[in-house]
């Protein structure tokens, strides 16, 4: 097998285990807040990508550290913020349906990048854009667009919505920051975010899994999601350019409906319909992207 295939099979493995976060971190939020599904995942992820960090990127610490003010930031949006407002949104609605409104935040990146970092879109990019916000439109009304004038939307939904705007910032400001090797800059935030919500944590109260199924969900998200994921994802990137690998970060909600099915989770024609949609649009943007010309950067962190 040649080192281009095995590139192609780690970014299907990393999307997979991505997904999995979803999934998992639903069956999680049944027993543990998600205060304490935050704290003790990247507690839990600190050990292992210390080692993956030294290992892979034999990292500067000092020169990595002379950033601490900017990780500080991007730690508190992408690994606190982003998590808490993801896992509470799977508190009160399924995997799924999560995953699909977090499907469109490549699209609303590309808006925020059009405002605020002058990146070109082109025509493609702006049918992709409208595409997928009106997918996730059908996901959030069940179908029905018409109930947008009539009922607001439900808890989960808002949740998500948040949870996107927070990553587009998280992602615009990883883009004008300083170019930094990213597992060892995970690994930084990841200590930031610990030692943060370690001292919180006595006022806050954290929750421990109560059954079997909680605790290997953290176990999972700990291990997969946060660490072997980005392994994966960085040695594909090593044979195949970013802007190619980013297109399979649309595999993320197909393996979070694979994991659903599995789980025993339902899913409705809509979402499958919005779904659609919303893969379309994205990879229309993508490609958009690709004709201009423009170097698409893939986010490395894209779902810590």
Not at 182 to 202: H, K, T
Not at 243 to 272: C, P, R, Y
């Amino acid at each position: 097998m040649s080192a281009r295939s095995r590139a192609f099979i780690a970014l299907v493995a990393a999307a997979a285990f991505w997904a999995g976060n979803y999934v998992f971190g639903h069956i999680a939020v049944a027993s543990m807040s998600p205060f304490s599904i935050v704290l003790l995942r990247w507690a839990l992820a600190l050990i292992p990508l210390g080692i993956i960090a030294q290992c892979l990127e034999h990292p500067r610490w000092k020169e990595l550290l002379a950033h601490w003010l900017f990780l500080l930031m991007q730690a508190a949006l992408g690994m606190f913020a982003y998590n808490i407002l993801l896992y509470a949104a799977l508190h009160v609605s399924t995997a799924f349906e999560a995953s699909l409104i977090n499907a469109a935040n490549p699209a609303l990146i590309a808006v925020a990048a059009t405002v605020l970092l002058h990146e070109r879109i082109g025509w493609k990019g702006a049918v992709g854009i409208a595409l997928a916000l009106f997918g996730v439109l059908i996901v959030l009304t069940q179908g029905d667009i018409s109930t947008l004038f009539r009922n607001a939307f439900g808890p989960g939904a808002l949740l998500m919505i948040g949870a996107i705007v927070v990553w587009t910032a998280y992602s615009i400001a990883g883009r004008m920051g300083p170019r930094l090797p990213p597992v060892s800059s995970v690994l930084v935030q990841a200590v930031f975010v610990v030692i943060g919500m370690g001292a919180a944590a006595p006022f806050v109260g954290v929750t421990l899994p109560t059954s079997t199924e909680a605790f290997a969900s953290l176990l999972f998200i700990a291990v997969f999601p946060s660490c072997l994921s980005y392994v994966l994802w960085n040695v594909a990137l090593t044979q195949i350019p970013s802007g190619m690998a980013g297109v399979f970060l649309n595999l993320i909600t197909l393996f979070t409906a694979i994991w659903a099915l599995m789980t025993g989770e339902t899913i409705t024609v809509s979402q499958i319909v919005g779904g659609l949609v919303i893969i379309g649009g994205v990879m229309l943007t993508a490609l958009s992207k690709r004709d201009d010309g423009n170097h698409v950067e893939a986010d490395v962190s894209r779902e810590v």
